[in-house]
């Protein structure tokens, strides 16, 4: 369970590894008009700065400076293996869960926004503080990735390097935007603090205000990666909900007809699903036991009802997926 990657952060680990490779190692001995490949290709990718003393900048080593998009291309670079290596480290230990929960679009789209937002506050700050160097890495979205895992799990234990000490998640989001903005507006080392406040500050108001905007209903429609993602319908008021397995999660509300009723069905679409024509007429649902329990044509085994058990223990209800949540529903109202 420890390692398991879910595939929007698996198309992002392998994106930013191998971009770093090819730039850093294959590009470096390709030289153009006299400079190494790699430099041209942080000229054009990384975020460089709009203003430099309040006047455009035409920086770099083309003289081009700003493009839009930059604001995307800058998270995918990075400036050496220790800052790729804690950078990939620390998304995959938050990023599985959330994506888990979110769904791939969701989860997708939040990394992006978290990283653009990351960007404009720096772009906007950093001419204030005479920073006018290029802008490379993921922090900024990793930082947006943090805070929203914090304030999913706030009190979910996290051993903070270095003082190894387990602290809650909302300490340690907190903690970590505070460092940001002391060390950006106390420092000059060269990191973009700002843009690491920036990626926190606008994953707390993704998830304060994100679901008011189109942008999540989009990305849950577009962005698929085979893993639980909501699907909308626009011809019918219901959810629906895949995983890699092929397993379908349905809800159907009615919430302005008074007299309707909850729908809810998971199925396997890969699998002979029994219905009330051609169900046996001998199985009944007393026949349903509990290490054997038959949830929309799919049995559930005693070891994943421990497992989902072991997991409200361990992390506690809001851990749990959805289809999670679901089985534990049918499962109460079936023992």
Do not use: C
């Not at 620390?90 to 989860?107: H, I, P, Q, R, V």
Request: aromatic letters at 14%; charged letters at 15%.
């Amino acid at each position: 369970m420890f390692f398991r990657i879910t595939p929007a952060l698996k198309i992002l680990l392998i994106l930013n590894i191998a971009i770093y490779f090819i730039n850093n190692l294959l590009f470096s001995g390709i030289v153009v008009s006299g400079i190494p490949l790699r430099y041209w290709v942080i000229d054009i990718f990384a975020l460089q700065p709009i203003y430099d003393n309040y006047a455009i900048t035409n920086s770099g080593i083309l003289g081009f400076g700003f493009g839009i998009w930059q604001l995307i291309t800058y998270q995918f670079l990075h400036a050496d293996f220790g800052h790729l290596f804690f950078n990939m480290f620390a998304l995959y230990m938050f990023s599985t869960e959330l994506e888990e929960t979110w769904g791939s679009g969701k989860y997708l789209f939040f990394y992006l926004i978290s990283g653009i937002g990351a960007g404009l506050l720096h772009l906007l700050i950093s001419p204030l503080l005479g920073q006018t160097a290029p802008t490379i890495g993921a922090s900024g979205s990793l930082y947006g990735i943090i805070i929203a895992f914090a304030m999913l799990n706030p009190d979910r234990r996290i051993i903070m390097f270095p003082l190894f000490i387990p602290i809650p998640a909302r300490v340690f989001g907190i903690g970590m935007m505070a460092i940001s903005l002391i060390i950006g507006l106390t420092s000059q080392d060269g990191i973009a603090h700002f843009a690491h406040f920036g990626g926190a500050l606008t994953g707390i108001l993704l998830l304060k205000f994100g679901e008011r905007t189109p942008i999540f209903r989009i990305a849950r429609k577009y962005v698929k990666f085979g893993i639980p993602s909501y699907e909308h319908i626009d011809n019918s008021n219901r959810r629906r909900k895949i995983n890699s397995s092929g397993n379908i999660f349905e809800r159907k509300y009615q919430s302005n007809d008074p007299n309707s009723n909850y729908y809810a069905h998971w199925s396997n679409p890969n699998q002979n699903v029994q219905t009330n024509v051609n169900r046996p007429k001998t199985h009944t649902k007393s026949s349903n036991v509990l290490n054997n329990i038959e949830i929309g044509g799919v049995i559930i085994t005693q070891e994943k009802i421990d497992e989902i058990l072991d997991k409200i223990s361990a992390n506690g209800y809001k851990s749990l997926t959805e289809q999670e949540k679901y089985i534990l529903t049918e499962i109460s109202k079936k023992i």
